[in-house]
């Protein structure tokens, strides 16, 4: 079913029209390109969970897609939703934000979400970024550039060209055809690396760093790989909290549904936001 979208300029949005396309499908134009966000409000809630996607599958989904949106009901506060431009208009199943090849979309969300945090009086420290995977990707570094925000994410890829090389391939031949892997590195790879994205920005935000330690790739690609980047590069990790679990059966799977809204409202409800 085709959906009628509302479109708003990204210089018009404040809390009377914010609240006025709450719990629907919008169009956020910025820059003569258009973001799908989907808004769940609620009267008076101090505090915003901003989701980001992981993988699609192609087959079931067509983009704009916004993953846990049937969740809000369930999370005490705000809801945003963040569809990833990057995969519409091809065939691609994950875009972790990359963009196009002159524009980092993870720039535009996050300018994004912090002007709907402004217009509704919500502070940095009381904004969470979520996503597991890919979405856990896009959340470290929505968080990195949102001084006192929180991530919490879920078996989260570090190093991008450290996942399965068809979907790696398959992004950058759509977003940068015709060149080689160090090439795009050496240009473009803060889009691609956890680290690197830290060191561009010069901040580490506040992470709850969910893992299944029974999962060994991710182990090896991206946990083992992010505390040593971290370490390697002096980089502070003080405000990491890392919480191994144990589940061969879920393996990159994120946490069931119950137990990632329950950690997301004990964060919300009772961590000390005034770091």
Not at 20 to 44: C, M, P, R, T
Not at 142 to 155: E, G, I, K, Q, R
Request: with cysteine; net charge neutral.
């Amino acid at each position: 079913m085709e959906v009628d979208y509302i479109e708003i300029e990204f210089n018009e949005i404040n809390k009377k029209v914010l609240f006025e396309n709450n719990n629907k499908e919008v169009i956020i134009n910025k820059d003569n390109e258009k973001f799908y966000i989907k808004l769940a409000l609620k009267e008076g809630a101090e505090q915003i969970v901003a989701f980001s996607n992981g993988a699609v599958n192609r087959e079931k989904k067509t983009p704009p897609i916004f993953m846990r949106s049937t969740w809000s009901d369930e999370i005490n506060a705000n809801c945003i939703y963040i569809d990833d431009k990057t995969i519409h208009g091809g065939n691609v199943r994950i875009g972790w934000g990359i963009g196009r090849k002159n524009r980092h979309f993870i720039e535009d969300y996050s300018l994004i979400v912090k002007k709907i945090a402004s217009q509704l009086n919500i502070r940095p420290r009381n904004v969470i970024y979520y996503g597991s995977s890919a979405g856990g990707f896009m959340s470290l570094l929505l968080a990195s550039m949102h001084t006192y925000s929180t991530a919490v994410v879920n078996n989260p890829q570090i190093e991008v060209f450290n996942f399965h090389e068809g979907h790696v391939k398959e992004l950058t031949d759509f977003v940068f055809p015709n060149f080689t892997n160090a090439e795009i590195k050496s240009k473009y790879y803060e889009r691609f690396s956890v680290i690197e994205f830290f060191k561009k920005s010069e901040y580490t935000p506040r992470i709850f760093y969910y893992q299944n330690d029974k999962h060994k790739v991710d182990i090896d690609n991206h946990f083992n790989p992010f505390k040593k980047g971290l370490e390697i590069n002096n980089i502070p990790d003080r405000k990491i909290t890392y919480v191994l679990y144990n589940n061969l059966r879920l393996g990159h799977d994120p946490l069931p549904k119950e137990l990632t809204v329950a950690n997301i409202n004990h964060i919300l409800n009772t961590i000390d936001l005034r770091y």
